[in-house]
């Protein structure tokens, strides 16, 4: 292959991986709300949810017991649709668990370090939601979105649940009325478009942003759109377990290697998701407009 042409597939697999990634940030950012929401008590009684602030306890518990894959459960679903797409989005959330504990094992040293910057990130003001909104900015440049998307996979990578040792004493609720209330860190709206949680059926849940920029007309609706969401959320669980398995079995060189790896596990499964997602939705807001000519048309 000439220069040329490997200088061109080099920016094709970019331009799929960074597409790819701003896909998954937004699965990521409306599941984001999975890590501050299941309720307290364990063994037989399961998991209550009675309270705003049991809700934390309880994910903390459930991280400490390496149940992470259990948090999508108790996300607010309207239908059966969404709340499967939360179930699939819990099963990501424990391989990311399981990821983080071979990581750890592998690269303690640099994990650890991964852990520190993260904190000195925070205590900057810095969170991991200014590198989402980063991500899925409009205006950032290339360069700004790949600084971004390798810094929110080193901090997922090492710690996806770092959050969870300072929960209780930083998560504190606004009431909104009697049934919703925004969830806020260190007195100020989650990072970094804000999270609620509802009282439904008398259980507190969690949920989902929907205010994401760029995604927005993209949220689902239908059982077609939560399929190709929930097919999204698979893609990233089987890179995460390929993962898992290549740091165990000792295929990865180092943990800053990681963000290179998943990048390679996503980039042909990431670019016929793509064409599904374009496919999918070019149709879709097509359908819309001609039902909203046929509807203006003189009868």
Same mark, same amino acid.
């Given at each position: 292959?000439?220069?040329?042409?490997?200088?061109?597939?080099? =920016?094709?697999?970019?331009?799929?991986?960074?597409?790819?990634?701003? $896909?998954?940030?937004?699965?990521?950012?409306?599941?984001?709300?999975?890590?501050?929401?299941?309720?307290?008590?364990?063994?037989?009684?399961?998991?209550?949810?009675?309270?705003?602030?049991?809700?934390?306890?309880? $994910?903390?518990?459930?991280?400490?017991?390496?149940?992470?894959?259990?948090?999508?459960?108790?996300?607010y679903g309207a239908d059966v649709y969404e709340r499967?797409?939360?179930?699939?989005?819990?099963?990501?959330?424990?391989?990311?668990?399981?990821?983080?504990?071979?990581?750890?094992?592998?690269?303690?040293?640099?994990?650890?370090?991964?852990?520190?910057?993260?904190?000195?990130?925070? $205590?900057?003001?810095?969170?991991?939601?200014?590198?989402?909104?980063?991500?899925?900015?409009? %205006?950032?440049?290339?360069?700004?979105?790949?600084?971004?998307?390798?810094?929110?996979?080193?901090?997922?990578?090492?710690?996806?649940?770092?959050?969870?040792?300072?929960?209780?004493?930083?998560? %504190?609720?606004?009431?909104?009325?009697?049934d919703l209330v925004a969830v806020m860190w260190d007195?100020?709206?989650?990072?970094?478009?804000?999270?609620?949680?509802?009282?439904?059926?008398?259980?507190?849940?969690?949920?989902?942003?929907?205010?994401?920029?760029?995604?927005?007309?993209?949220?689902?609706?239908?059982?077609?759109?939560?399929?190709?969401?929930?097919?999204?959320?698979?893609?990233?669980?089987?890179?995460?377990?390929?993962?898992?398995?290549?740091?165990?079995?000792?295929?990865?060189?180092?943990?800053?290697?990681?963000?290179?790896?998943?990048?390679? =596990?996503?980039?042909?499964?990431?670019?016929?998701?793509?064409?599904?997602?374009?496919?999918?939705?070019?149709?879709?807001?097509?359908?819309?407009?001609? $039902?909203?000519?046929?509807?203006?048309?003189?009868?």
């Open positions: 292959m000439s220069m040329n042409g490997t200088a061109g597939l080099a =920016k094709v697999r970019a331009w799929v991986s960074r597409a790819v990634v701003r $896909a998954c940030a937004g699965v990521a950012v409306m599941g984001v709300g999975v890590g501050v929401g299941v309720g307290w008590g364990c063994g037989e009684r399961g998991y209550s949810q009675e309270t705003p602030e049991e809700v934390v306890r309880s $994910a903390v518990l459930m991280i400490e017991r390496g149940e992470a894959k259990r948090l999508g459960e108790l996300m499967a797409f939360f179930r699939r989005v819990g099963s990501l959330l424990g391989s990311m668990q399981g990821l983080a504990e071979a990581l750890a094992r592998a690269f303690p040293r640099e994990v650890e370090a991964a852990k520190e910057q993260a904190v000195a990130r925070a $205590a900057r003001g810095a969170r991991s939601g200014s590198a989402v909104s980063m991500l899925m900015s409009r %205006t950032a440049s290339g360069e700004q979105r790949e600084a971004a998307m390798q810094t929110l996979m080193r901090e997922v990578f090492a710690d996806p649940f770092g959050w969870a040792n300072e929960a209780s004493s930083r998560v %504190t609720f606004a009431p909104i009325n009697e007195g100020k709206p989650v990072p970094p478009f804000g999270l609620t949680m509802r009282r439904s059926e008398g259980k507190w849940f969690v949920v989902a942003p929907t205010n994401i920029p760029f995604l927005v007309r993209y949220l689902p609706q239908t059982k077609e759109d939560w399929s190709l969401w929930a097919s999204l959320v698979r893609l990233i669980d089987n890179a995460v377990v390929d993962l898992t398995g290549d740091v165990r079995e000792g295929r990865v060189a180092s943990f800053s290697d990681t963000g290179r790896k998943v990048g390679e =596990k996503l980039f042909m499964p990431g670019a016929l998701a793509l064409v599904a997602v374009e496919k999918h939705y070019r149709l879709k807001f097509q359908r819309q407009r001609e $039902a909203r000519s046929g509807a203006s048309s003189p009868g």
